[in-house]
């Protein structure tokens, strides 16, 4: 089962390992073609991503790393984001690959 940090915990965002996990989210195509326009991200688009996920996470919304509970294996992100100019809220996230149709999104989500 995914872990997912408490809100006073959501800054568990490391910017040395989560750099390298989120280029490893953002550099799968069939990851990336849910995402925006469906372009897989650079190493520099990954760390760019990541700066804006930790700034974020200083508010009441943010970035949550998501692991493996009983082994601490990193398997994606959730994030909770207001819509810009828009009183709605998005519930987003991105899994690695492997990870997919074992319920990990939902519980994330319910989570959150």
């Known amino acids: 089962m995914a872990g997912i940090p408490a809100s006073d915990t959501c800054a568990r965002i490391d910017p040395c390992s989560d750099k390298i996990n989120l280029y490893h989210l953002d550099s799968n195509p069939n990851v990336m073609r849910f995402i925006g326009q469906g372009q897989i ?14 700034e974020l ?3 009441n919304m943010g970035y949550w790393m998501a692991e493996l509970q009983d082994t601490k294996v990193f398997i994606g992100l959730f994030l909770l984001k207001r819509l810009d100019h828009t009183n709605k809220i998005e ?3 991105r899994l690695i690959e492997k ?14």
């Open 41 to 54: 991200k650079s190493a520099d688009s990954s760390t760019a991503y990541l700066s804006q996920a930790i």
């Open 99 to 112: 990870h997919w149709n074992k319920g990990l999104a939902t519980e994330g989500a319910a989570r959150i």
């Open 91 to 93: 519930l987003g996230y």
């Open 57 to 59: 996470s200083s508010t």
